[in-house]
């Protein structure tokens, strides 16, 4: 449960996913339960299928220049010019490289911050600083190591807190005299 493990958890989730979900596997899990639709629309035409309908939003003209981002809009922006079969094929030519293009540096993102998570893994965690007894001389590991567990008890019971240190200076006041005599 620490930020760590789930992490590490969704790491592998994502790699077993990418193997495990492929278009084979999942279509021949249909056909061995034998939901596999001969004709892949008909479950999609169902009167029981219920589409989502999206608000109306007006469409406005825009005359701004806009540079493609995806090769389908690549494909869009010349479907309106019938051109050649020779021109078509070089724009579906245009539009499959800059697919592969933004595939390429998606994934290249994703290393990259991949990379940074594993980085900051390694990193040492920062030492806080202890707050030592005045009536030691030295912090013990034990306390050094209580000292995160005091934190989170004193955030919850600030109350309960109030009323040990009204105990411990009565406590403190017994101990006095103890270190006069020596």
Same mark, same amino acid.
């Given at each position: &449960?620490?930020?760590?493990?789930?992490?590490?958890?969704?790491?592998? !989730?994502?790699?077993?996913? @990418?193997?495990?979900?492929?278009?084979?596997?999942?279509?021949?899990?249909?056909?061995?339960?034998?939901? !596999?639709?001969?004709?892949?629309? %008909?479950?999609?035409? +169902?009167?029981?299928?219920?589409?989502? %309908?999206?608000?109306?939003?007006?469409? *406005?003209? &825009? +005359?701004?220049? +806009?540079?493609? =981002?995806?090769?389908?809009?690549?494909? =869009?922006?010349?479907? @309106?010019?019938?051109?050649?079969? &020779?021109?078509?094929?070089?724009?579906?030519?245009?539009?499959? $490289?800059?697919?592969?293009?933004?595939?390429?540096?998606?994934?290249?993102?994703? @290393?990259?911050?991949?990379? *940074?998570?594993?980085?900051? /893994? $390694?990193?040492?965690? =920062?030492?806080?600083?202890?707050?030592?007894?005045?009536?030691?001389?030295?912090?013990?590991?034990? /306390? $050094?190591?209580?000292?995160? /567990?005091?934190?989170? /008890?004193? $955030?919850?019971?600030?109350?309960?807190?109030?009323?040990?240190?009204?105990?411990?200076?009565?406590?403190?006041?017994?101990?006095?005299?103890a270190l006069a005599r020596r």
């Open positions: &449960t620490t930020k760590v493990g789930k992490a590490n958890f969704l790491e592998f !989730y994502a790699k077993a996913r @990418e193997i495990g979900l492929r278009k084979k596997n999942v279509q021949s899990g249909w056909k061995a339960t034998g939901l !596999y639709p001969k004709n892949v629309a %008909k479950p999609l035409n +169902s009167r029981w299928v219920v589409v989502a %309908k999206r608000p109306a939003i007006p469409l *406005r003209a &825009t +005359s701004d220049i +806009s540079t493609p =981002k995806r090769g389908g809009d690549v494909v =869009k922006l010349f479907a @309106e010019k019938s051109g050649s079969p &020779t021109s078509r094929l070089s724009i579906r030519k245009a539009a499959a $490289a800059l697919d592969k293009v933004a595939m390429e540096v998606i994934l290249r993102d994703r @290393e990259i911050e991949g990379l *940074r998570v594993q980085l900051a /893994q $390694a990193k040492p965690a =920062k030492r806080r600083k202890i707050v030592q007894d005045p009536n030691e001389r030295f912090a013990s590991l034990a /306390q $050094a190591n209580r000292e995160p /567990q005091q934190r989170v /008890q004193k $955030a919850r019971n600030a109350v309960q807190e109030v009323i040990i240190v009204e105990g411990e200076s009565s406590s403190e006041s017994e101990e006095e005299p």
